[in-house]
């Protein structure tokens, strides 16, 4: 359930299966090799299996980790004997899970020397380049990282079908729920639909864990049927961890997660390109002492440079409140500053939002040859190059820093009204964050942004948003600071505000 495209690519491969002939008599060649790729958790194993039951056929399974082992040569040998164990129980299916462990390019050991993988890589291919076209034999392989898959694997005649397996959408999402719900005593009020809705991005593996960790509450709870409060909790558990009811914090780093968690919520509600804010909470979970969360209204595919520079700003939020608060942050915004490095990273080395680097991709974090895929090989640039991309991601933390001193500084009494609010119930919900909200001053639109400056198209007219000029439209606006700084910070006295 939830993959409807791949099912369907999968369909023919267990017609063959079932019925050769059929395929054969008008000379038609059934792919030797299909690869599926995506996420962990999105059913890759689960789909491998369910081809060879509905085709009645053996199913011989291995991982490619299994493959390898101290001794040089024992890798080739198991790859030959799976092979022929399939050709003596054909028609049959070979599945190989987690492929890469053996894939992986050729070279890309320590010294690009020929080790055991590199062996039983080419008695893998040596096995496909075998295969009998009438021995109704297909070999089924599953990746996290197609990208770093040796090239001699991926081409015609070897993985000639090639299907992706991602997360699920809302559809998908629902239909899953829907499986993993059965046999489980669900109350009248819990609403599929809505479950679905609240866990974008959530692969099969997450939707089941969900429904699991709600049996688990309510039989602990001795309920007799899964209710709304359950869901919530599990949702929550899968996203952040089980709560930590005996990390007791004092009031004053109460006080800061408080205000560090509205900082968040209150830049995301002030933003024009943010996800509405869901729920914000301060009670421990996992290794976070509270979060935010933001839920998107619908699936999203990619983002838009204004969408990834409010994911600055929100970022930034949390450690704008403790310096605008407390005058003293804490370590508490270090996963915070990370993500938003990197994500300041990408957008100079990748998408190409960048006015001094331009639109080229310096950032490949593969670099198999000496980093084995860790980003620890030599970069393609220089040394002149590298100091542009740290100055640029600079710019754009520091211009979400300013950013975010502005929106929580015009909203002080929002922010400190949602703070207090946290300490007195410590969770609030989508209808309070709302209320709370409602008097939140918006900032302001971004100026438009281009990279091309000279690089009009003759004949071709395009349109402009309101304010802009036609003739500026190409025109590549620079970034515009908002100089907030937080002695600038005051109450109505003129004297520097300070709440603890």
Same mark, same amino acid.
């Given at each position: 359930?939830?993959?409807?495209?791949?099912?369907?690519?999968?369909?023919?491969?267990?017609?063959?299966?079932?019925?050769?002939?059929?395929?054969?008599?008008?000379?038609?060649?059934?792919?030797?090799?299909?690869?599926?790729?995506?996420?962990?958790?999105?059913? $890759?194993?689960?789909?491998?299996?369910?081809? /060879?039951?509905?085709?009645?056929?053996?199913?011989?399974?291995?991982?490619?980790?299994? !493959?390898?082992?101290? +001794?040089?040569?024992?890798?080739?040998?198991?790859?030959?004997?799976?092979?022929?164990?399939? $050709?003596?129980?054909?028609?049959?299916?070979?599945? =190989?899970?987690?492929?890469?462990?053996?894939?992986?390019?050729?070279?890309?050991?320590?010294?690009?020397?020929?080790?055991?993988?590199?062996?039983?890589?080419?008695?893998?291919?040596?096995?496909?380049?075998?295969?009998?076209?009438?021995?109704?034999?297909?070999?089924?392989?599953?990746?996290?990282?197609?990208?770093?898959?040796?090239?001699?694997?991926?081409?015609?005649?070897? !993985?000639?079908?090639?299907?992706?397996?991602?997360?699920?959408?809302?559809?998908?999402?629902?239909?899953?729920?829907?499986?993993?719900?059965?046999?489980?005593?669900?109350?009248?009020?819990?609403?599929?639909?809505?479950? *679905?809705?609240?866990?974008?991005?959530?692969?099969?593996?997450?939707?089941?864990?969900?429904?699991?960790?709600?049996?688990?509450?309510?039989?602990?709870?001795?309920?007799?049927?899964?209710?709304?409060?359950?869901?919530?909790?599990?949702?929550?558990? =899968?996203?952040?961890?089980?709560?930590?009811?005996?990390?007791?914090?004092?009031?004053?780093?109460?006080?800061?997660?408080?205000?560090?968690?509205?900082?968040?919520?209150?830049?995301?509600? *002030?933003?024009? +390109?943010?996800?509405?804010?869901?729920?914000?909470?301060?009670?421990?979970?996992?290794?976070?002492?509270?979060?935010?969360?933001?839920?998107?209204?619908?699936?999203?595919?990619?983002?838009?440079?204004?969408?990834?520079?409010?994911?600055?700003? +929100?970022?930034?939020?949390?450690?704008?409140?403790?310096?605008?608060?407390?005058?003293?942050?804490?370590?508490?915004?270090?996963?915070?500053?990370?993500?938003?490095?990197?994500?300041?990273?990408?957008?100079?080395?990748?998408?190409?939002?960048?006015?001094?680097?331009?639109?080229?991709?310096?950032?490949?974090?593969?670099?198999?040859?000496?980093?084995?895929?860790?980003?620890?090989?030599?970069?393609?640039?220089?040394?002149?190059?590298?100091?542009?991309?740290?100055? #640029?991601?600079?710019?754009?933390?520091?211009?979400?820093?300013?950013?975010?001193?502005?929106?929580?500084?015009?909203?002080?009494?929002?922010?400190?009204?949602?703070?207090?609010?946290?300490?007195?119930?410590?969770?609030?919900?989508?209808?309070?964050?709302?209320?709370?909200?409602?008097?939140? =001053?918006?900032?302001?639109?971004?100026?438009?942004?281009?990279?091309?400056?000279? /690089?009009?198209?003759?004949?071709?007219?395009?349109?402009?948003?309101?304010?802009?000029?036609?003739?500026?439209?190409?025109?590549?606006?620079?970034?515009?600071?908002?100089?907030?700084?937080?002695? #600038?910070?005051?109450?109505?006295?003129?004297?520097?505000?300070?709440?603890?």
């Amino acid at each position: 359930a939830g993959e409807d495209e791949a099912v369907e690519e999968l369909e023919e491969i267990r017609e063959f299966l079932a019925s050769p002939d059929k395929f054969h008599k008008v000379g038609a060649r059934i792919p030797r090799g299909v690869l599926l790729y995506g996420p962990p958790g999105t059913g $890759k194993t689960l789909l491998a299996k369910a081809v /060879a039951g509905e085709a009645k056929a053996p199913f011989f399974s291995i991982s490619g980790s299994e !493959f390898m082992e101290l +001794y040089v040569g024992v890798g080739a040998s198991r790859v030959r004997e799976l092979f022929e164990r399939a $050709k003596k129980n054909a028609p049959a299916i070979i599945f =190989v899970d987690e492929i890469d462990a053996v894939g992986r390019h050729r070279g890309s050991g320590i010294g690009g020397g020929n080790d055991e993988r590199e062996q039983t890589l080419n008695q893998l291919l040596v096995e496909m380049d075998g295969f009998d076209e009438r021995a109704n034999i297909i070999l089924i392989a599953a990746t996290n990282r197609p990208d770093i898959l040796d090239p001699a694997l991926l081409r015609p005649g070897r !993985f000639d079908r090639q299907i992706a397996v991602e997360a699920p959408d809302l559809k998908g999402r629902e239909a899953i729920l829907k499986v993993h719900a059965q046999g489980k005593p669900l109350t009248q009020q819990v609403d599929l639909r809505q479950i *679905a809705k609240r866990t974008p991005g959530f692969t099969g593996a997450d939707l089941a864990n969900v429904l699991n960790e709600a049996a688990l509450l309510t039989a602990r709870s001795n309920m007799q049927f899964i209710d709304e409060r359950a869901i919530d909790e599990a949702i929550d558990r =899968v996203i952040a961890g089980p709560q930590k009811r005996t990390r007791v914090m004092n009031d004053h780093d109460k006080a800061v997660t408080a205000y560090h968690e509205a900082g968040h919520a209150l830049a995301a509600a *002030a933003l024009n +390109y943010t996800d509405p804010v869901t729920k914000v909470t301060i009670l421990p979970r996992g290794r976070a002492l509270g979060y935010t969360m933001v839920m998107p209204t619908e699936d999203r595919f990619n983002k838009t440079r204004n969408q990834l520079l409010d994911d600055l700003v +929100y970022g930034m939020g949390g450690r704008v409140a403790e310096e605008i608060v407390f005058r003293d942050p804490s370590t508490g915004p270090a996963n915070d500053i990370q993500q938003a490095t990197k994500t300041a990273r990408a957008m100079v080395t990748d998408y190409g939002m960048s006015d001094r680097i331009g639109m080229v991709k310096l950032g490949d974090a593969d670099t198999e040859a000496f980093g084995h895929g860790s980003g620890e090989g030599p970069r393609a640039f220089s040394d002149e190059t590298a100091a542009i991309i740290d100055e #640029e991601v600079r710019r754009l933390l520091d211009n979400a820093m300013r950013e975010a001193w502005r929106i929580l500084s015009e909203n002080r009494a929002v922010l400190d009204t949602l703070a207090s609010r946290l300490l007195e119930e410590e969770t609030l919900d989508e209808a309070q964050l709302a209320e709370i909200f409602k008097d939140v =001053v918006k900032a302001p639109e971004r100026p438009v942004w281009n990279y091309q400056s000279d /690089a009009a198209v003759p004949g071709v007219v395009l349109g402009h948003p309101v304010g802009i000029k036609p003739d500026d439209e190409w025109k590549a606006v620079p970034e515009q600071g908002i100089d907030v700084s937080p002695t #600038e910070v005051t109450d109505a006295s003129g004297e520097e505000e300070v709440q603890a």
